[in-house]
């Protein structure tokens, strides 16, 4: 196959940008080179309209048409505007002195602005300029895709616990049969457990800086020592929704950053739990999974409906909390008061984020695809009388008859037993009428505690 020089869905490297590219197109905006640029200008523009608005000598407040103008240029940023910044760091060998640049060559034609100039980026470092993109970046990506995309898996799991509160289920500990439970618990279960990771997402606070080189406002106060830096760097970073770290070295620490992605990980490990019990289910034939017409499932066995989205979102989960630990782990790290590394690595954002959405989507398409088998659940449970031990050496216990465990255990344990051999046993029992005849009364299938309550109350 020969090279070609464009990137097309069939010659992507990552299939983030080939196969899966439709499920992060709500990233790209916001965590692509282009967004990086885009954000990166929305940041030197915050800063420069700050600094008019500071008192300064030498930079008057700028006429409301400047501010229409610098603004119109976040509003209107483009991929014809980021090209342009690229073209210029072919030049400097450096992105974010392209973006000053960029803006000064837009506002070139203005004489106000054009005066203005070098107060653009003026007493920055770049990582004041980057850490703040990040923020902004991580912030937007979270609340505006990867918040939504959970709420909505968490929205179809809610459903299918409360749809499915009184569908009776035998349980397996250990892969073996167990006290039985309801379909729409078990769901249930995992809702409680993503609504405590969603929330653990979106309580994390992020973090900015835009105090100097080191983080001490050295070149700050050499221009201007009786601005207070601390208060008007937390005030600008306040316009842009965004919290000051005020102790940082040049870079921001990314703590918070690794508790966003710890946080999502966290979230995607649920997901990644649910995703391989519903395959199990599926294999159990306590599901099955709408056709698509034209779709094959075996290009040998045309029986075949395989549980690919379950599989899908599994193996992306994997891929997405792989990098998303990475992130966690390196990004605190820095040699110093700076190196390199964290650099190139936050570029892996969006690819981190990609895989989690790529995931939440084949679950989401998954969970749609099912229909539940009630027949399946109600026929294993119909086969496994010996669930009923647990109640009955229960109540043997509370009359204090002998020996209830040991007695339920020689009748059943590696046994099948049925419904007729534990009618026997319990008539032989010496427990009140009224007592004997609750327990002859119990099934497999109304066995299930809460089950159906506590579904219902999630």
Same mark, same amino acid.
């Given at each position: 196959?020969?090279?070609?020089?464009?990137?097309?869905?069939?010659? =992507? %490297?990552?299939?983030?940008?080939? $196969?899966?590219?439709?499920?992060?197109?709500? /990233? *790209?905006? +916001? !965590?692509?080179?282009?967004?990086?640029?885009?954000?990166?200008?929305?940041?030197?523009?915050?800063?420069?309209?700050?600094?008019?608005?500071?008192?300064?000598?030498?930079?008057?407040?700028?006429?409301?048409?400047?501010?229409?103008?610098?603004?119109?240029?976040?509003?209107?940023?483009?991929?014809?505007?980021?090209?342009?910044?690229?073209?210029?760091?072919?030049?400097?060998?450096?992105?974010?002195?392209?973006?000053?640049?960029?803006?000064?060559?837009?506002?070139?034609?203005?004489?106000?602005?054009?005066?203005?100039?070098?107060?653009?980026?003026?007493?920055?470092?770049?990582?004041?300029?980057?850490?703040?993109?990040? =923020? %902004?970046?991580?912030?937007?990506? $979270?609340?505006?895709?990867?918040?939504?995309? /959970? *709420?909505? +898996? !968490?929205?179809?799991?809610?459903?299918?616990?409360?749809?499915?509160?009184?569908?009776?289920?035998?349980?397996?500990?250990?892969?073996?049969?167990?006290?039985?439970?309801?379909?729409?618990?078990?769901?249930?279960?995992?809702?409680?457990?993503?609504?405590?990771?969603?929330?653990?997402?979106?309580?994390?606070?992020?973090?900015?800086?835009?105090?100097?080189?080191?983080?001490?406002?050295?070149?700050?106060?050499?221009?201007?020592?009786?601005?207070?830096?601390?208060?008007?760097?937390?005030?600008?970073?306040?316009?842009?929704?965004?919290?000051?770290?005020?102790?940082?070295?040049?870079?921001?620490?990314?703590?918070?950053? =690794?508790?966003?992605?710890?946080?999502?990980?966290?979230?995607?490990?649920?997901?990644?739990?649910?995703?391989?019990?519903?395959?199990?289910?599926?294999?159990?034939?306590?599901?099955?999974?709408?056709?698509?017409?034209?779709?094959?499932?075996?290009?040998?066995?045309?029986?075949?409906?395989?549980?690919?989205?379950?599989?899908?979102?599994?193996?992306?989960?994997?891929?997405?909390?792989?990098?998303?630990?990475?992130?966690?782990?390196?990004?605190?790290?820095?040699?110093?008061?700076?190196?390199?590394?964290?650099?190139?690595?936050?570029?892996?954002?969006?690819?981190?984020?990609?895989?989690?959405?790529?995931?939440?989507?084949?679950?989401?398409?998954?969970?749609?695809?099912?229909?539940?088998?009630?027949?399946?659940?109600?026929?294993?449970?119909?086969?496994?009388?010996?669930?009923?031990?647990?109640?009955?050496?229960?109540?043997?216990?509370?009359?204090?008859?002998?020996?209830?465990?040991?007695?339920?255990?020689?009748?059943?344990?590696?046994?099948?037993?049925?419904?007729?051999?534990?009618?026997?046993?319990?008539?032989?029992?010496?427990?009140?009428?009224?007592?004997?005849?609750?327990?002859?009364?119990?099934?497999?299938?109304?066995?299930?505690?809460?089950?159906?309550?506590?579904?219902?109350?999630?």
């Amino acid at each position: 196959m020969q090279s070609n020089p464009g990137i097309t869905l069939l010659n =992507a %490297l990552s299939p983030l940008d080939g $196969r899966y590219a439709s499920r992060c197109d709500g /990233l *790209r905006p +916001l !965590l692509s080179e282009g967004g990086f640029m885009a954000h990166r200008v929305e940041v030197e523009i915050a800063w420069l309209l700050g600094l008019s608005e500071a008192g300064l000598s030498e930079l008057t407040p700028f006429s409301e048409a400047s501010k229409a103008r610098l603004n119109a240029l976040v509003s209107n940023f483009s991929e014809t505007d980021a090209q342009r910044i690229k073209d210029i760091e072919r030049v400097t060998n450096h992105d974010v002195k392209a973006v000053e640049y960029w803006l000064k060559e837009k506002v070139a034609d203005s004489p106000e602005l054009a005066r203005a100039g070098e107060f653009i980026h003026f007493a920055c470092t770049s990582e004041d300029i980057n850490n703040t993109s990040h =923020a %902004l970046m991580l912030t937007r990506a $979270r609340d505006q895709v990867i918040l939504p995309a /959970l *709420r909505q +898996l !968490l929205t179809a799991l809610t459903q299918i616990a409360h749809d499915q509160a009184n569908q009776p289920m035998l349980a397996r500990t250990h892969g073996q049969p167990a006290t039985p439970t309801t379909l729409g618990k078990e769901f249930a279960n995992v809702v409680a457990r993503l609504k405590d990771a969603i929330a653990n997402i979106e309580h994390v606070v992020p973090l900015a800086k835009m105090n100097g080189a080191t983080g001490n406002y050295n070149a700050h106060l050499s221009a201007y020592p009786e601005i207070n830096w601390p208060e008007f760097s937390a005030g600008v970073l306040a316009c842009l929704g965004l919290k000051q770290n005020p102790h940082t070295i040049q870079i921001e620490p990314h703590d918070w950053m =690794a508790a966003l992605f710890d946080s999502l990980s966290r979230a995607n490990t649920i997901l990644l739990d649910l995703n391989r019990d519903v395959w199990g289910y599926i294999s159990l034939g306590y599901f099955k999974q709408r056709l698509k017409e034209g779709e094959v499932g075996s290009s040998t066995m045309p029986h075949k409906v395989n549980p690919i989205d379950f599989e899908n979102s599994e193996g992306n989960l994997g891929l997405a909390n792989a990098m998303l630990r990475h992130l966690s782990e390196k990004l605190p790290i820095s040699r110093w008061q700076r190196d390199l590394t964290d650099s190139t690595v936050l570029r892996n954002l969006g690819v981190a984020l990609g895989y989690c959405m790529v995931a939440y989507d084949a679950c989401s398409r998954g969970l749609g695809k099912l229909e539940v088998n009630a027949a399946a659940m109600n026929e294993d449970l119909d086969n496994c009388w010996e669930v009923l031990a647990e109640p009955i050496q229960t109540v043997m216990r509370r009359y204090g008859l002998p020996q209830p465990y040991e007695q339920l255990k020689a009748l059943t344990r590696g046994k099948g037993i049925t419904q007729e051999a534990l009618a026997g046993f319990i008539a032989g029992l010496d427990l009140p009428n009224d007592v004997k005849q609750r327990l002859s009364k119990l099934t497999p299938r109304s066995y299930i505690g809460l089950a159906d309550q506590l579904a219902k109350d999630i």
